[in-house]
């Protein structure tokens, strides 16, 4: 099984930083990786799909890159939106899929 | 619009089994996949299956076979989840998620997810 290690865990940052998210694979996923966005209460939201596209409505300070087994989520100056718990998923091993544990970005 | 809407709330007692529907609309429903994933209390996302509305097909992931079942109902476009045999570690979100048949575009539509309690 594919595990997917994300780090760090949680981390503090303030309105406008840069906050870097890293999701490493335990194998060659090529580029079928995707990050989510969970808020309190609410359900996922689909920020970034195959490693790097942008998805539909999600502003463009949010940037997903790498491949193979070491991904990134970037999210250039962080708005107070956008604390939340991120999560990396993988669909390289379809019909089964994993998602990462998660990292939480909260408010310094 | 694409819409995903679950059943509400549930509460049920360990050995019980509970079935969340998840009723879509918007969209072709036999053209996605229906996924399922929960997130349990300080816990993170875990994919549980999918079904594919076309042909009834599902796959699941290991811990959840032989206790989760998925169906649908072409009729009314909507998915079905049930557990049984719930333990108390079962206590979670539930969530329904689409994605394309080709998986290389993630989940990009969920449901506003249902809260399973187990409890004595």
């Known amino acids: 099984d594919i595990q997917l290690t994300q780090s760090p865990s949680s981390l503090s940052a303030s309105v406008g930083d840069r906050v870097t998210i890293t999701c490493r694979a335990s194998q060659n996923i090529n580029r079928y990786i995707h990050w989510y966005q969970v808020k309190r209460g609410q359900a996922p939201k689909l920020l970034i799909y195959a490693a790097s596209s942008l998805q539909s409505g999600v502003p463009s300070r949010f940037r997903g890159s790498g491949s193979g087994t070491d991904f990134t989520l970037t999210i250039n100056s962080l708005q107070p939106d956008d604390f939340a718990t991120y999560y990396c998923q993988q669909s390289y091993t379809t019909p089964l899929f994993t998602f990462g544990g998660g990292t939480k970005v909260d408010m310094k | 619009q694409v819409r995903l809407v679950q059943s509400g709330a549930e509460v049920k007692k360990p050995g019980a089994s509970v079935k969340v529907s998840c009723r879509t609309s918007g969209y072709t429903f036999t053209g996605n996949y229906v996924h399922w994933v929960r997130e349990a209390p300080g816990q993170g996302l875990e994919w549980m299956g999918w079904i594919n509305p076309k042909s009834g097909g599902t796959n699941f992931a290991q811990k959840f076979q032989g206790r989760v079942t998925l169906t649908r109902d072409t009729s009314i476009n909507t998915a079905y989840m049930e557990v049984k045999r719930l333990r108390s570690d079962d206590t979670a979100v539930y969530y329904c998620?689409?994605?394309?048949?080709?998986?290389?575009?993630?989940?990009?539509?969920w449901g506003q997810g249902t809260l399973v309690t187990v409890s004595s």
């Open positions: 998620a689409r994605s394309y048949f080709d998986f290389a575009f993630g989940f990009d539509y």
